[in-house]
C-alpha cells in the first residue's frame, strides 16, 4: 500500500515570493507522482505529473516538482506566486491496484494563502 | 470539449434517507472513480468503474454503492445516511484508468450535506 505526506496543512507567503510545498510518500511498488490544485468550491485540477525520466517536472501556471527516489520525496515550488496562487494542494501517488485499475491516494493538502 | 459533470451541486438530505448523485464523463472516457472529501479524512477513494464493471474499491461500507451504465455514465448511492456522509463527493474520469491514470479530469463535485 502507499501513503502520501503533506508535511504543511497551511503555508502563508506574500506575492512575488517562492514558495515550496512538500511532500513524501511511501509505498512498496514503484509509483506514480503528481500534484493537483483545487479552488473553493471546485473540482481537482492537475497541475503536473511524474512518470518517468527527468526528474524536474515542469506544470501549468508557472509550478515545477522535482522527483527524489531517494528521499521519497515530489515537493511543489513556484519562483514568485501570485494572489492567484491561493487555493489548496494535494499531492498524490498512484500505483497497480490489480484488475487493471490504478488507484490514486492523496495527501491531506496543503493551504497555500497568497498575502497581498 | 465538455468536462466532467456531476449533478446535483448541492444536496441537503436527512439522517436515514438514500441519495443518488450522477457523473457524466468526458466523452469518450471509459473510466470513473469517485471520492470522499472531507476536511477530517480528505480525499478518499470511493470505487472505479471501467466499462460498467466495478474494477476497485475503497474501503467504505456496503452503504456505498455505484454503477456505470453503457454509456459510461456513473452513479453512486449511499443508503441509511449518517451524519458523517457529510461530504464533498467527487468523480474522476479518465480514457482507461489504466496503466499510468495520467489523465484523471475531476468534476466540481456535489456537496452532500446531512442533516
Known amino acids: 500500500a502507499q501513503s502520501v505526506t503533506q508535511l504543511d496543512s497551511q503555508v502563508p507567503v506574500f506575492e512575488e515570493a517562492p514558495v515550496e510545498l512538500r511532500c513524501n510518500y511511501s509505498?512498496?511498488?514503484?509509483?506514480?507522482l503528481f500534484w493537483y490544485v483545487q479552488y473553493p468550491n471546485q473540482g481537482l485540477q492537475l497541475l503536473l505529473k511524474?512518470?518517468?525520466?527527468?526528474?524536474l517536472v515542469k506544470g501549468i501556471n508557472g509550478f515545477e516538482a522535482e522527483f527524489n527516489k531517494s528521499q521519497t520525496s515530489f515537493h511543489l515550488r513556484k519562483p514568485s506566486v501570485h494572489i492567484s496562487d491561493t487555493a489548496e494542494y494535494f499531492c498524490?501517488?498512484?500505483?497497480?491496484?490489480?484488475?487493471?485499475?490504478?488507484?490514486?491516494?492523496f495527501g491531506k493538502g496543503t493551504k497555500l494563502s497568497v498575502i497581498p | 470539449k465538455a468536462g466532467v459533470t456531476q449533478t446535483p451541486r448541492y444536496l441537503i438530505k436527512t439522517r436515514g434517507q438514500q441519495v443518488t448523485l450522477s457523473c457524466s464523463p468526458i466523452?469518450?472516457?471509459?473510466?470513473v472513480s469517485w471520492y470522499q472529501q472531507t476536511p477530517g479524512q480528505g480525499l478518499q477513494f470511493l470505487f472505479e468503474?471501467?466499462?460498467?464493471?466495478?474494477?476497485n474499491k475503497g474501503n467504505f461500507p456496503g452503504r456505498f454503492s455505484g454503477r456505470q451504465f453503457s454509456n459510461s455514465r456513473s452513479e453512486m448511492n449511499v443508503s441509511t445516511l449518517e451524519l458523517g456522509d457529510s461530504a464533498l463527493y467527487l468523480c474522476a474520469s479518465s480514457l482507461t484508468g489504466g496503466r499510468m491514470n495520467t489523465e484523471a479530469f475531476f468534476g466540481q463535485g456535489t456537496r452532500l450535506t446531512v442533516v
Open positions: 468503474y471501467f466499462s460498467e464493471t466495478q474494477r
Open positions: 509505498s512498496s511498488v514503484s509509483v506514480y
Open positions: 466523452s469518450g472516457h471509459r473510466s
Open positions: 498524490a501517488v498512484t500505483a497497480y491496484s490489480g484488475a487493471g485499475s490504478y488507484q490514486l491516494t
Open positions: 511524474y512518470l518517468s525520466g527527468s526528474t
